[in-house]
């Protein structure tokens, strides 16, 4: 369980998390068929809510992070027709496109943030992290004690930031966001057991991101285990462990991830064909495309892009 005097909240600020800011007033979401668009704020790419509704919401997806954290009550978290029983102070990541939906809570209270991490991409490291984001993550303080206690206060300072809105209250809630990642991505590394092997944890994650860079770029061609295996610098076996360890998952699987993530791309921008896409983002198949694309986003392609299309922009 969690230690519950870690987010807490007393009354004054239950009161003044219910208020949302004078220039955020509208609705939660607008929702069109199975889709969500969201409104944030001028000039920003986020939005916060202190949520107490009772009503739950559909399948829906939308471009932007979520991260739920409750601090009243338990809440069940739908994704990718996988439910999630998440306990007071739990925090829990939702990957940007991805279909999700919640049953009507019975009370309670969470704390629900939004966000596109664009501002995040283009720094050192961050591709490591995005590589974090290919699931849904659950931070409590069973799996991750040794950041627990630091990420929920993150969490509550990041709400205080957006509520209070004092000077440079934006770039607070920036700079809040890179710590959160930061430590999340330091303790996921941390969990690597390198062991006797050299080159060292230090060499191990530059050349990660080197390789990180390359599937970038090189998405839709044959990467086989073996030549990102030379690129960071292990043999196969080797890094095949410990890529596991540092990620969450295997190279191919986070591999078909970036793919999936680019043909979701190419399925927004227009109106290419999803047998041309499915070749495009390096499937081999169409069958196989549709297979993988509907167990990473809850849907078929073409379904991804119906729900897409009644989005506004943001």
């Not at 490291?125 to 849904?136: A, D, K, Q, T």
């Not at 999936?260 to 047998?275: C, F, N, Q, T, Y």
């Not at 694309?293 to 379904?303: D, I, N, Y």
Request: with cysteine.
């Amino acid at each position: 369980m969690n230690p519950e005097s870690l987010y807490r909240l007393t009354r004054s600020q239950h009161e003044t998390y219910l208020q949302q800011p004078d220039h955020c007033s509208g609705g939660f979401c607008i929702e069109t068929n199975r889709t969500e668009s969201y409104v944030t704020l001028k000039n920003t790419t986020f939005r916060f809510w202190y949520n107490t509704q009772t009503g739950g919401y559909d399948a829906h997806c939308h471009k932007a992070l979520e991260i739920i954290t409750p601090v009243e009550q338990k809440f069940t978290i739908i994704v990718n027709n996988v439910s999630y029983s998440l306990e007071p102070g739990d925090i829990f990541l939702i990957p940007p496109g991805v279909l999700h939906s919640y049953p009507a809570p019975d009370g309670g209270a969470r704390f629900i943030y939004i966000f596109r991490p664009d501002f995040l991409h283009s720094l050192p490291g961050f591709s490591y992290i995005l590589s974090l984001l290919n699931r849904p993550i659950r931070i409590n303080n069973e799996n991750f004690g040794d950041i627990y206690a630091e990420e929920i206060s993150q969490i509550l300072q990041l709400a205080e930031y957006y509520w209070q809105q004092s000077p440079l209250w934006e770039m607070k809630i920036y700079s809040g966001l890179l710590s959160f990642f930061a430590s999340l991505g330091n303790s996921c590394l941390n969990r690597a057991d390198f062991g006797a092997l050299s080159p060292d944890r230090k060499h191990f994650f530059k050349n990660l991101e080197k390789l990180f860079v390359y599937v970038d770029s090189c998405f839709s061609e044959n990467i086989s285990l073996e030549q990102a295996a030379g690129l960071a610098g292990y043999s196969k076996f080797h890094f095949s462990r410990i890529f596991k360890e540092c990620t969450g998952q295997t190279f191919m699987e986070y591999l078909r991830s970036v793919r999936i993530a680019e043909a979701s791309k190419m399925l927004l921008d227009g109106r290419m064909p999803v047998h041309e896409i499915a070749f495009q983002s390096g499937f081999s198949s169409l069958t196989t495309f549709n297979r993988i694309f509907r167990q990473l986003k809850g849907c078929a392609p073409s379904e991804y892009r119906n729900f897409y299309s009644h989005i506004k922009s943001d």
